[in-house]
């Protein structure tokens, strides 16, 4: 469902008016709502299909990026989805005649077999081989660019504020120090600290 949703939405943007009257450009927006109205899944075949139709209306590669791509693996996973896998599959091994391709990008937030590792050594197994059909692209920040990221996410405005409430109750700790260190003897503290939080 969600390559359909993708085809259907970029093919609406980028056909001219003229292309989006074709006959395949309506068998798909019809699928589409078929299956987003009425359960009916959508078969592979018709998948593949139009993204070679697609690709020589539009005469360009189509480009298909899937962020979270995980969250389908996941209930691939728990649902036995080995259409959506053989899917992948075929998106992969997809060879189209002419020069417009259609390239595939699926972001992760572990490795492709990750999300297998509940399924039995045989599915984990057929994972992997198809897992073998993409190029692995690791990225992983650095702690000190994960630092960055973080400060850079921190609304800095509240910094005063918040340094005056920690004086206050460094001050109001001093003259207390029989009492822990809590919200009660800092008036204000948990709103302070609150405000370090990203919105």
């Not at 209306?57 to 209930?75: F, S």
């Not at 996410?153 to 504020?161: H, L, S, W």
Request: charged share 30%.
């Amino acid at each position: 469902m969600t390559l359909a949703r993708a085809l259907t939405d970029g093919a609406e943007r980028f056909l001219s008016k003229k292309q989006r009257k074709s006959d395949f450009f309506m068998r798909l927006v019809d699928e589409r709502y078929e299956a987003e109205y009425s359960g009916v899944k959508i078969k592979t075949k018709t998948i593949l299909d139009a993204l070679k139709e697609l690709t020589q209306l539009a005469k360009t590669h189509i480009l298909l990026v899937v962020d979270e791509l995980g969250k389908n693996l996941e209930y691939a996973a728990r649902h036995q989805g080995q259409e959506d896998l053989y899917l992948l599959q075929q998106i992969a091994e997809l060879e189209l005649k002419g020069e417009h391709q259609v390239y595939f990008i699926g972001l992760l937030h572990q490795s492709f077999g990750g999300y297998s590792d509940r399924l039995s050594v045989t599915e984990q197994n057929e994972w992997n081989k198809i897992q073998g059909r993409f190029e692995d692209i690791p990225f992983s920040e650095s702690p000190n660019q994960m630092t960055r990221l973080i400060g850079q996410v921190i609304d800095r405005t509240k910094a005063e504020p918040i340094e005056a409430v920690s004086i206050e109750c460094e001050l109001e700790r001093e003259k207390e120090a029989n009492l822990s260190f809590t919200s009660i003897n800092c008036p204000g503290f948990a709103d302070a600290l609150h405000s370090l939080c990203p919105e």
